[in-house]
C-alpha cells in the first residue's frame, strides 16, 4: 500500500478543512470549520511521523504518554517537567471552584494566573493534591478501568499479552470512553478526544488505529499522530515486533477559526517538506512502567519554525 508521507497527508487535510468544512459552533465558543470522518495511514519504517512544515515539541509529547502509561492523572508531573499542553483546564478548574473571575481567556491576566496556578501546582504538594488532579482521564482508563464490582482493570498490560501471546485476536483495544465517568473528567479536564485505539498483529510487524472522536487539527493532531506512534513502537519493542503502519481515524476533524491563518502559514510551507526524523530508543527497557525521557532520542529533525495559536478552552 502507498503511504503519503506526514506532512503531505496533513497539509492535504488542513486544505480540505478550509475549502469543505462547515462552519459550526463548539463548546468553546470559538467556531470551527469541521468534516465527519477522515483517515489518515503512516508506515512506520519510513520515518517517524513527526511534522516537518512547523516545528513540534518532541519532549512534551514523550512526556505527556509516559504520565499516561504510569496512570498518572495529576497535572504536577507535567510542570514539573515544564509540559504545559493541559494547563488551561485545571486552572479554569480552580478559578470556577473558588468563585473567583474567569479573565479573558488567552489574555495577559490569563496568562499570568495560570502561569502563578502552574508554578504552585509544580512546587506545593498539598496545592497539587487539592488542584492538579484532572479526574479519571486516559492514564486512569488505560491502567485502572473501574469496574463494577470495585475491581480496576489494566488494559494496557492486557493488550500487551495478547499481543505476545494471541496476536491474531481481534480484541487488543483500549479504551478511554467510559461513559460512566464522562461528567467526572469534564470538571477538569476534557472527555477524552483520542478515545479507542486497537492493536493488529501481522508478517512481524506491530499497528494501531486509533479513533479520534474530536480533532484539533492545527494544535493537537500533530502531538496525537507523534504519540500514538511512539506508543506502537515501544510495545513493538516490548513484543519483540517490528513496527508496521500507524491508522489515524478522525470524527469530527476541525479548525478552528482563530487557527485559520496559522493553517495558511502551514500550507505554505508544503513545497517544503523535509525528511522525516528518528526515534531511537533504549533497547534494554522491556517494561511499560520503566521507561523515562532519558531512554528516547530523536534523530535527524530539521523542522520549519514553530507556529503559534490560541488554545481553545
Excluded at 502552574?118 to 491502567?143: H, M, S
Aim: include cysteine.
Amino acid at each position: 500500500m502507498k503511504h503519503i508521507p506526514v506532512d503531505e497527508s496533513y497539509i492535504n487535510l488542513l486544505e480540505h478543512l478550509l475549502e469543505n468544512g462547515a462552519t459550526k459552533t463548539d463548546r468553546t465558543g470559538t467556531g470551527t470549520k469541521s468534516i465527519l470522518g477522515h483517515q489518515m495511514r503512516f508506515n512506520l519504517a519510513d520515518g517517524f511521523p513527526l511534522l516537518t512544515t512547523k516545528k513540534v515539541p518532541f519532549k512534551a509529547i514523550v512526556h505527556e504518554l509516559l504520565w499516561f502509561l504510569r496512570g498518572d492523572t495529576n497535572l504536577q508531573y507535567l510542570a514539573k517537567n515544564n509540559v504545559h499542553i493541559w494547563d488551561e483546564w485545571p486552572y479554569k478548574a480552580y478559578l470556577k471552584r473558588n468563585n473567583l473571575p474567569i479573565p479573558q481567556i488567552n489574555g495577559e491576566e490569563w496568562k499570568v494566573g495560570m502561569s502563578e496556578f502552574v508554578q504552585k501546582i509544580a512546587t506545593d504538594d498539598a496545592f497539587a493534591k487539592e488542584y492538579g488532579n484532572l479526574g479519571p482521564i486516559y492514564g486512569y482508563q488505560w491502567r485502572s478501568w473501574p469496574t463494577a464490582d470495585g475491581k480496576h482493570i489494566d488494559q494496557l498490560a492486557q493488550v500487551i499479552e495478547q499481543i505476545k501471546n494471541t496476536p491474531d485476536s481481534r480484541r487488543m483495544i483500549v479504551s478511554a470512553w467510559n461513559v460512566g465517568d464522562i461528567e467526572e473528567m469534564a470538571k477538569a479536564g476534557l472527555p477524552p478526544c483520542h478515545c479507542l485505539f486497537q492493536f493488529y498483529v501481522a508478517d512481524g510487524k506491530l499497528s494501531c488505529q486509533l479513533y479520534q472522536r474530536s480533532c484539533d487539527t492545527f494544535l493537537g493532531l500533530p502531538f496525537n499522530i507523534a504519540s500514538y506512534s511512539l506508543l506502537v513502537m515501544i510495545i513493538a519493542q516490548i513484543c519483540g515486533l517490528e513496527v508496521g503502519e500507524f491508522v489515524w481515524t478522525g470524527g469530527d476533524v476541525h479548525v478552528y477559526l482563530n487557527h485559520v491563518e496559522q493553517a495558511q502559514t502551514q500550507i505554505a510551507r508544503k513545497g517544503d517538506i523535509r525528511p522525516l526524523p528518528t526515534v531511537k530508543i533504549n533497547p534494554v527497557k522491556m517494561n511499560i512502567e520503566d521507561f523515562t525521557i532519558e531512554d528516547f532520542e530523536l534523530v535527524g529533525y530539521n523542522p520549519h519554525d514553530a507556529i503559534k495559536a490560541p488554545i481553545a478552552v
